[in-house]
């Protein structure tokens, strides 16, 4: 007598969807690179809140991070750009097309070296972007050379150390107009799941400067980017729980110990204090809290500032709701009397 068996039902997400659907391509990536870990992170987030995957746009530019795009979200658009021109590209998309959310995925040669005046543009402008450095300190495409941000006194595995002071990605952007700033490491799934959820739901900038050690060329005693080091470096800033927007939001808060802020879909993102008072939305305590940190040889994580009032590049800009690429030529194409206008004003 022969018996049926049901399979057990597919475990899918709020808009019905698997979590293959949020998955790329077989990663080439060297085996324990920190940029595998992270990219499991973007998956798990989108996943999670139940992004449309095809509403996605992912921008890259050259480098072992600019390869990542291709290992999640596989049904999303997708852009691999020049070597440090990635925001540019990214920006032209966002404003033509509004309706995406836009995901850039670099590293720090990509951003801090070749891209860095694209990168304080892309800043200033508080292009609406999730911004992802997968930040190892060297350039692993081209043997392990020290990248831009390495610090000073960090050593290859040659031995060779480095003496040029070191640009903090985090530091630029807080400076310059990012609207939301974090630091995380890659070995940290929690936190960086988290931060995750907390930039799709953020309108503006959001900077993620994600610590990811190369086991390569640079994951060895002499190197502060190393899993060894940012483990026995890291100083948590905050402990840090995410609520979706979909979900009942309630929940009492006591006085002096959780920070609850609204974010722009209607999500929350709520801070713990961990040992220390520190404050998101004042973005010169968190300047100070940077120079405090490189001075201790510390690697803060969590949340540096977070300001959900300042307008975006597209606000900024005027612009129509209906996104660009949608409107009719009829109301993109000036008319030939607007064009014979300029042309006598240039005579």
């Known amino acids: 007598m022969s018996t049926t068996v ?151 595995k040659t031995g060779a150390a480095n003496e040029l002071p070191p640009f903090d990605c985090c530091a630029l952007a807080l400076k310059w107009g990012a609207t939301f700033v974090a630091r995380s490491f890659s070995g940290d799934k929690k936190q960086l799941q988290i931060l995750l959820k907390a930039a799709i739901a953020h309108k503006g900038l959001a900077v993620i400067d994600v610590i990811s050690p190369c086991v390569t060329f640079n994951d060895h005693d002499g190197s502060t980017k190393s899993y060894a080091y940012v483990k026995d470096h890291e100083e948590a800033l905050h402990e840090l729980d995410f609520v979706p927007f979909y979900e009942e939001i309630s929940v009492e808060i006591p006085e002096g110990q959780v920070r609850d802020v609204e974010l722009h879909d209607g999500s929350h993102l709520r801070i713990r204090k961990v040992g220390r008072d520190f404050d ?27 300001n959900t009032s300042k307008p975006t590049f597209l606000e900024l800009l005027n612009m129509v709701e209906e996104p660009l690429a949608t409107l009719p030529e009829s109301r993109v194409r000036p008319p030939a009397a607007a064009l014979h206008e300029v042309m006598e004003e240039l005579r």
């Open 280 to 306: 998101p939305t004042d973005r010169l305590a968190a300047l100070s809290a940077l120079e405090e940190a490189e001075a201790k040889g510390e690697v803060l994580t969590g949340v540096l500032y977070l």
């Open 6 to 156: 049901t399979p057990p039902p597919k475990k899918v997400n709020r808009i019905g969807l698997e979590v293959l659907n949020y998955k790329g391509s077989k990663t080439t990536l060297c085996a324990g690179c920190g940029h595998n870990s992270i990219s499991e992170r973007v998956v798990e987030a989108f996943y999670e809140l139940g992004v449309e995957p095809w509403k996605v746009a992912k921008f890259s530019g050259i480098g072992c991070s600019s390869k990542s795009p291709a290992y999640f979200l596989g049904q999303s658009h997708g852009f691999n750009s020049v070597h440090g021109r990635m925001p540019s590209v990214a920006t032209g998309a966002m404003l033509a097309n509004r309706n995406l959310i836009g995901l850039g995925v670099t590293g720090d040669g990509d951003t801090a070296s070749i891209g860095i005046g694209q990168f304080m543009h892309m800043v200033r402008r508080n292009v609406p972007l999730i911004y992802i450095i997968e930040d190892n300190g060297v350039y692993g495409l081209t043997k392990g050379q020290f990248s831009a941000t390495a610090d000073v006194g960090s050593t290859l």
